[in-house]
């Protein structure tokens, strides 16, 4: 298995641009997760979805950002428009929604908002 | 009280040395404790878990020590190596759809 796959790894764009993060999980895996590391605030869970449907999105900064997974191997994060702040890595993770499983990491995309 | 508590926030070590490091939690219902590993550019993986049935889980080098009773856990790095200098974050979570909650991580260098 290819583990969860992220793109791209790194995105350069400027302050009012719209920003789209992709996320292929493991096949077979039914949970989703989001989440934005930066040196401040640490590792940040900002979205999760079992089977697709939403389940917790608490953790979204503002209606900035948005989320979707349209199917079982696609997931995107949106942010639109785009500020400096939101300079940060983003990890999608996959699991297979049972409690108590191990998360798997996709190797991140770097974000940076000039 | 879904807080996970992380120290320290860095670590040295000489090679050979214990590393240890310390997670404390408030809610008592979290029933699975992991720690990631986290080498630069990469992202997290699993290193070991435990759950609150046992005190203590062993791997290789790597030992996680619970007490349930003072809602604490540990990560004991024995004969720890340069390859080991990497961020730890412990973790926790309970039921459902297995949401976890991170500490703020412990960045260990081990030095030869």
């Known amino acids: 298995d290819a583990g969860v796959i992220q793109s791209p790894r790194h995105e350069v764009t400027e302050m009012g641009q719209e920003v789209t993060l992709r996320c292929k999980p493991i096949s077979g895996h039914n949970s989703l997760f989001w989440y934005r590391q930066t040196m401040m605030r640490g590792l940040e869970l900002l979205i999760y979805?079992?089977?697709?449907?939403?389940?917790?999105d608490s953790g979204m900064p503002e209606d900035r950002f948005s989320a979707k997974m349209p199917n079982a191997s696609f997931s995107t994060l949106k942010i639109q428009p785009s500020e400096p702040r939101d300079s940060a890595v983003y990890f999608c993770?996959?699991?297979?929604?049972?409690?108590?499983?191990?998360?798997?990491f996709g190797p991140g995309t770097r974000l940076t908002v000039l | 009280q879904q807080q996970v508590k992380q120290s320290p926030q860095s670590l040295i070590v000489q090679k050979g040395g214990i590393s240890i490091i310390n997670c404390a939690y408030e809610n008592t219902a979290f029933d699975y404790f992991p720690w990631y590993q986290q080498f630069p550019g990469k992202g997290p993986a699993l290193l070991i878990a435990?759950?609150?049935?046992?005190s203590e889980k062993k791997e290789g080098r790597f030992t996680i020590s619970f007490n349930k009773s003072a809602k604490q856990f540990s990560l004991h790095i024995m004969d720890s190596q340069p390859g080991d200098s990497a961020t730890y974050f412990c973790?926790?979570?309970?039921?459902?759809?297995?949401?976890?909650?991170f500490g703020a991580g412990t960045r260990l260098a081990v030095h030869p």
């Open positions: 993770a996959s699991s297979s929604g049972l409690a108590g499983v191990e998360q798997f």
């Open positions: 979805f079992n089977n697709n449907v939403p389940i917790d």
């Open positions: 973790a926790a979570s309970s039921g459902g759809y297995n949401k976890l909650i």
């Open positions: 435990i759950r609150p049935d046992v």
